[in-house]
């Protein structure tokens, strides 16, 4: 997580309330893509099946982007990805909720 969030180029936040998209936000600012590493834990958590993405991370590179679905909803904090085929299901941290929290106020 760490080494793919630092060799981002552009990070991009998609969010949707009932399929209208709500909040798009994107930034090549390398310290606020920086800052997402304090964003998504390293801890991996279960995927329950209850908890429907909310909205898509998504980290560019020149070559590659990695997509990130994910959910604020109370009990489904999380961010979900496939990376190297591998699945993957972090929460998302208290100052993550926040900042996402933040990028809509703004909007």
């Known amino acids: 997580m760490q080494i793919l969030i630092h060799d ?5 936040v998609l969010l949707y309330s009932e399929n209208r998209l709500v909040l ?3 930034s090549n600012d390398v310290n606020k893509i920086q800052q997402w590493k304090n964003f998504i834990a390293e801890d ?7 908890c429907e993405p909310q909205g898509k991370i ?6 590659d982007s ?14 979900n990805y496939d990376l190297n085929e591998i699945n993957y ?7 993550g909720l926040q900042y ?5 106020r703004v909007q």
């Open 44 to 50: 991996t958590v279960p995927l329950l099946k209850d």
């Open 100 to 104: 996402i929290d933040s990028l809509m």
């Open 8 to 12: 981002a180029d552009v990070v991009k």
């Open 58 to 63: 998504i980290f560019r590179t020149s070559e």
């Open 24 to 26: 798009h936000y994107e």
């Open 89 to 95: 299901n972090k929460p998302l941290t208290d100052r």
């Open 66 to 79: 990695t997509v990130m679905n994910f959910s604020m909803k109370n009990g489904c904090t999380y961010v």
